[in-house]
Nanobody, 122 residues
Framework: QVQTVESGGGLVQPGGSLRLSCVFSVNTFSSHVMGWFRQAPGKEREFVAAIRWGAGTTYYADSVKGRFTISRDRAESTVYLQMNNLKPEDAGLYYC???????????????WGQGTQVTVSS
């Protein structure tokens, strides 16, 4: 059974940091892209960052550039999202999924997990 498990969320003050992890069991090839998305209450799921599984090329939403870093451990089938200088607007449920190519639309990704909650508040 294909499984994706996100973890590492929590409550952090503005300016703080969190490191999210996404462990997945779906077969992933060099051409695939792993993406992080987030969803705030009442809003659509939005693109945060993505990484090409083979080459390691990274992509970021403008709102997180310079603050977030996506990386992967191919041996552990894990994708990470290091989030620094967090802002209240970064809060939401963070998901990761696998895409066949780079895209900022969540419709292009599948094998989502249950998400991990990030709360940024003083």
């Amino acid at each position: 059974q294909v499984q994706t498990v996100e973890s590492g969320g929590g409550l952090v003050q503005p300016g703080g940091s969190l490191r999210l992890s996404c462990v997945f069991s779906v077969n992933t090839f060099s051409s695939h892209v792993m993406g992080w998305f987030r969803q705030a209450p009442g809003k659509e799921r939005e693109f945060v960052a993505a990484i090409r599984w083979g080459a390691g090329t990274t992509y970021y939403a403008d709102s997180v550039k310079g603050r977030f870093t996506i990386s992967r451990d191919r041996a552990e089938s894990t994708v990470y999202l290091q989030m620094n200088n967090l802002k209240p607007e970064d809060a939401g449920l963070y998901y990761c999924g696998r895409g066949n190519s780079y895209d900022t639309s969540p419709r292009s990704y599948s094998y989502w997990g249950q998400g991990t909650q990030v709360t940024v508040s003083s």
